[in-house]
């Protein structure tokens, strides 16, 4: 099994920055995508941003250009810096690992207009 603890987020003003981790650890040599994912209220859980063990990444488009992910492997952590947050990307944040398809408990961000 994998477990995943979120962190960083907060509330931070339209136009402002975030950065969230996502720390992994267990039986972590199966894994090889980790990805963000989000759900506001009301909606369903949608793609942010993913990466694989090797640095392959892929975006959601409504993030593109905003949000970059990134990954420490030697750490077991996975990143997600924020930039330029719109009062849309409100939301519940939960990290995913493809392995055993863990999820963390989520963090939540906030941003205000």
């Known amino acids: 099994q994998v477990q995943l603890v979120e962190s960083g987020g907060g509330l931070v003003q339209a136009g402002g920055s975030l950065r969230l981790s996502c720390a992994a650890s267990?039986?972590?040599?199966?894994?090889?995508?980790m990805g963000w994912y989000r759900q506001a209220p009301g909606k369903q859980r949608e793609l942010v941003a993913t990466?694989?063990?090797?640095?392959?990444?892929n975006y959601a488009d409504s993030v593109k250009g905003r949000f970059t992910i990134s990954r420490d492997n030697a750490k077991n952590t996975v990143y997600l810096q924020m930039n330029s947050l719109k009062p849309e990307d409100t939301a519940v944040y939960y990290c995913?690992?493809?392995?055993?398809?863990?999820w963390g408990q989520g963090t939540q961000v906030t941003v205000s207009s």
């Open positions: 995913n690992e493809n392995s055993y398809g863990s």
């Open positions: 267990g039986s972590l040599l199966r894994v090889n995508v």
């Open positions: 990466i694989t063990r090797y640095g392959s990444t």
